[in-house]
C-alpha cells in the first residue's frame, strides 16, 4: 500500500530498482517515478506509481566463479488468497488502464 516502506522510499526519491532474477542472470531494471503515489479505489490504501525505465543492466557470472548460480527459486509463503478483499482490489486495480500524458 502507499503507506508501505517501499511506497514512501519511492515517493521521496522518486527512483527505484527492480530486480528480475534468473538461474544464469541478473537484470536491474532502473526506474524513475513519473507520477505517484496515485490512489486505488477502496478501503485498503493500496496506490500505484507511474515509472519510466532509464537503464537495464544484466549481470552474468563472471569466469572466475565457474559454475556457481542461483540454486533454487525466491519464494513468499504463505501465498496470498485471492479472494482476499485486498488481493481483489489489487487485481481490480490491475486490469484499469492506468497511463496519463
Known amino acids: 500500500g502507499v503507506e508501505s516502506r517501499s511506497a514512501q522510499n519511492l515517493a521521496e526519491r522518486r ?4 530486480l ?5 542472470t541478473t537484470v536491474y531494471v532502473k ?33 572466475w566463479e565457474g559454475s556457481m548460480r542461483i540454486t533454487g527459486a525466491i519464494r513468499y509463503a504463505p501465498p496470498p488468497a485471492l479472494d482476499a478483499p485486498w488481493a481483489r482490489a489489487t487485481l481490480a486495480a490491475l486490469a484499469t488502464p492506468r497511463a496519463r500524458a
Request: hydrophobic share 45%.
Open 20 to 24: 528480475l532474477i534468473e538461474p544464469d
Open 31 to 63: 526506474l524513475r517515478a513519473v507520477d505517484g503515489p496515485l490512489p486505488v479505489d477502496g478501503e485498503h490504501g493500496l496506490g500505484y506509481f507511474l515509472l519510466e525505465v532509464q537503464e537495464v543492466l544484466e549481470d552474468a557470472a563472471a569466469d
Open 15 to 18: 527512483a527505484g530498482t527492480l
